[in-house]
Each structure stands twice: as C-alpha cells, then as structure tokens.
C-alpha cells in the first residue's frame, strides 16, 4: 500500500525531480519549471496523504532495506513530524511556482535551479522523517549545500552572502555532529527510540550536557536564532528573489522542528534534562531574540533586509516556546512553525513581485504600491497583520499559545518579551504598510486615476501563490483549535 511507504516517498519524489531537472534542461528547457512544480505539488500532496493517515493509523515507521533499527535506518511519521512536512512542503510548493516568472531571465540555468530548489526541499523532507541523528545530519547537510549554492546563483554580494552562509552553516553542522558523536560514545545508538531508552539510564550527565549543548547550538546556528543568525541577513538580502522566497519561509523552520524533536523525543524534554537548565537557557535566548531581531528590522531601509531581521525575531517565539516546554507553549510554537512559513513567504513573495513591477527593494520603491498592485498590496496587509499578532490572521493564535504558555510557567517577564514582540513588529510593519498604502509616487500625483497609468499587477504566477498564502494565513487562524486540538494533540486553550 501507498500509505506504508509514505517516508520514504516524501524525501524521494522531490530527489527524483532534482534528478531529472538537468535531463529534462539537456533537451525540454521550458518543461523544467512544470517538473518542478509538479513534484513539489506530489510532495505536498503525499504530506497531506501523510497527516491523515498518522490521524488515522498512529505512528508510521518504515526499515529502510527491512533491516530493524537500531542497526538499520529508520523514518518515521508521527503528527507532528507530519505536520511539518505539510507546512514545509506546502509553502516549498507554492516558491516552487511562484520561481517561474520570478526566474524569468534565467535562459539556460532553469535546469541547475531548479534541480537545487528541489534538492533542497528533499533534504528538508528527510530532515523531518529522519527517525536516527545521523541521517538527519545528512539531510540537513543536503539541504544546506543546496541553499548556499542557490545564494550563489545571485552574483556578486550574493557570493559573499554564500560564503558566510558556507562557513556559519558547517560550523554549526560541525557542532551538531560532534554532539552527536558524544552521544553515540555515551550509548552506542544513533537510533532516536533507542537513544530515548538509553540516556535516562547515563550515568555522567554533566557529558551528556555537553553533548547536547553542542546539538542545541549547532541547530540553533542552522535556524538563525540570535546571536547564531550572523548568515541570516546578508542571505535572505542578497539571495535572487525566487531563491529568497524558497528558502525564508521553510529552512529554518525544519531546523527548528529537529530542535525540538531531539530535545522531547530523544532526551525527554525538562524531566529527560534533569538539572540541566538548558530549557531556561532557551527559552530566555528566544526572548532576546525577539527583541533583538525586532529592533534590528525597525532601523532598516531595505525590504528584504527588513524581512530578514523579522525572521530573526519570529524565530525567537518558536525557541522560546520550546524552551518552556509545557503544552500551551509548544502548542504556539509549532503552530508558530507553519504561521512563520505561510507570512514570511507571502511577504517575500510580494517583495520580490514589487522589486519587478515597481523598481527595487528599497521601502520608498512601494509607494503607489496599493494603487498599483491592489492584490499584492491585500497579501501585505494581511501578513503583516499576522506578524504583529492581529486576529484573525494566525500570527495571533500562536502569540496567544505562548503568552498563555509564559504565564503557565510562571515567566511573567517572557510574557511581557512576548508582547513587546507584538509592539516592535506594530512599529517595523507600521513603516512598510505605510510606504506601500499611504505615501503615493510622485508620478501617481500626475497621472490621475488612469488606469493603464495605475494597474502594474504580480503576473499569475507570482499572484496565485501570494493569494494562496494570504488566504491559508486567515484559514490557519480561523481553525487554530482544530489545529492544536486535533493534529498537534494539546488542549485549546
């Protein structure tokens, strides 16, 4: 049956594509970006196969070769791995086509982005089936060979925005798997159940802290959360558009989810830790993060620059609510996961149409912008409105998770971090709405309300995915409860 295969196949179909992308150039250029779209398509379509299923049957693990784990290598599908393939996958799908126009001008090269884009979108896929820490470092390093050189392909600042990117992200692989490497030292497993089983049973916990503090900080490089996000800014800035809107919606969050997945799947989460305050630690770091990268993003002229440093605050709320780790808090945390995807892309989906349409990235270039494009400018409007936590955009029912999940646990002070978040993002969207629906361009002053003058919308295939995504944010928010209560498994409320 289908349904018994579905790991394997999430990380496959998308690896085949990428496979078949530079075939397919050598003789069919212009069909690359259909084969693209349409494995991008099947992975997100498999995912959602995924998600019922796992509601439906439990846990799905599957023995590569039929060899049993913890010797052979296992995937596994549980909700919330599920879950963040669907997130993950869905918002990869929608870069995937909005790529085509955004890559316009690429004659001779659709084949190499292309097969990148996908092969970073399989190693995002196996980094979330991956049920051993090995292979999970694997994909994620698939996964991040394929981003650097995406980065790349922009040219000039771009080079240098990849090589940071190069040098932070194996610093950070590096100390994943040194981590890991302990890990295996202190129980001969690599296997995550087996290793569930075993570390309880250690009896040198200040090695293990170690251990684990390596993987936290070496995940925590790859998801760019502060200070660890020194390659973030320049990446998403200088990045192509099409590279930019694939990569900062879905790479950091896969980080995130093999954060947490290790922190409660493997070591048992606060009981698992024992004394170890590496909870707290986290928890407090995504605190700053929120402020830091709220800060950062006020005093930035540049959209996509502005974008980036949000990515950084937005990240600060899901490792905060990992790091409190009760169940309102991890509810808004992964719930934030999808949220980030859906509005971090739509908002550098409509950066890079309004670069196209309307001359550039700076935040001056979007004024008129409302005239001019009115559905790109309606996608703005409602992210931004998610971003600063306004319901019922999303944004607000994973803030609202984790404001609860912050007084739950007794942190008024990260409550407080919380809203102040909410307050930055108020003053940093504040300066793109205004550019974009209040100020107008000094030609609109002089050409009346013609509108051949006016209207210069996103081409179809840029708008779909901006409308797809503006409507999944008001989706996710209208049926947050549902969400939480039924795919994630915690109380609503």
Not at 181 to 200: F, K
Request: charged share 10%; net charge positive; with cysteine.
């Amino acid at each position: 049956m289908l349904s018994d295969h579905l790991p394997p196949f999430l990380a496959v179909v998308p690896l085949l594509g990428a496979l078949l992308a530079p075939l397919l150039g050598a003789v069919r250029p212009r069909l690359v970006h259909p084969l693209a779209v349409a494995a991008g398509a099947a992975t997100a379509g498999l995912s959602l196969l995924a998600l019922r299923e796992v509601l439906a049957r439990g846990v799905i693990r599957y023995h590569l070769g039929g060899w049993a784990p913890p010797w052979g290598i296992e995937l596994v599908l549980d909700p919330l791995s599920a879950f963040t393939a669907v997130a993950v996958s869905g918002v990869g799908a929608l870069a995937l086509l909005y790529a085509g126009p955004a890559a316009a001008g690429r004659e001779g090269r659709e084949a190499p982005f292309f097969g990148l884009a996908l092969l970073l979108l399989a190693g995002l896929m196996g980094m979330i089936v991956a049920g051993d820490l090995f292979n999970l470092f694997v994909f994620l390093e698939v996964a991040s060979i394929a981003g650097y050189a995406l980065v790349a392909t922009g040219g000039g600042r771009a080079l240098v925005a990849a090589f940071r990117y190069l040098i932070l992200g194996t610093v950070g692989a590096s100390l994943y798997l040194l981590g890991v490497g302990h890990l295996y030292l202190m129980t001969g497993s690599l296997n995550m159940a087996d290793l569930a089983q075993r570390v309880p049973e250690l009896a040198s916990p200040r090695v293990l802290a170690v251990a684990v503090g390596f993987v936290v900080i070496g995940l925590g490089i790859k998801m760019g959360l502060f200070p660890l996000h020194g390659w973030l800014p320049d990446a998403y800035t200088h990045a192509p558009p099409a590279v930019a809107a694939l990569i900062a919606p879905i790479t950091t969050k896969a980080a995130a989810y093999a954060l947490a997945r290790i922190l409660f799947s493997v070591l048992g989460g606060a009981e698992g830790l024992g004394r170890a305050p590496l909870l707290t630690v986290l928890a407090w770091a995504g605190g700053v993060a929120i402020v830091a990268g709220g800060v950062m993003a006020i005093r930035q002229t540049d959209l996509r620059r502005l974008l980036a440093y949000s990515s950084v605050s937005q990240m600060g709320y899901i490792a905060l609510g990992i790091g409190l780790a009760n169940p309102a808090a991890l509810a808004g945390a992964f719930l934030h996961i999808l949220n980030h995807a859906m509005m971090k892309g739509c908002l550098f989906f409509a950066a890079g149409a309004a670069a196209a349409r309307l001359g550039g990235p700076a935040l001056t270039d979007l004024r008129g912008m409302h005239r001019r494009m009115p559905w790109t400018t309606a996608c703005v409007v409602v992210a931004a409105l998610s971003m600063i936590g306004v319901p019922p955009a999303g944004g607000f029912f994973s803030k609202w998770y984790l404001l609860v999940g912050a007084v739950q646990g007794g942190q008024p002070v990260l409550a407080g971090v919380i809203l102040a978040g909410g307050l930055l993002a108020v003053v940093y969207m504040f300066r793109v709405l205004e550019h974009a629906c209040l100020v107008p361009r000094d030609e609109d002053e002089h050409a009346g309300s013609d509108p051949a003058l006016e209207r210069r919308e996103a081409p179809p295939g840029m708008l779909v995915p901006l409308l797809a995504l503006g409507v999944g944010i008001l989706a996710v928010g209208i049926w947050n409860a549902p969400i939480v209560s039924g795919v994630l498994g915690f109380t609503a409320r």
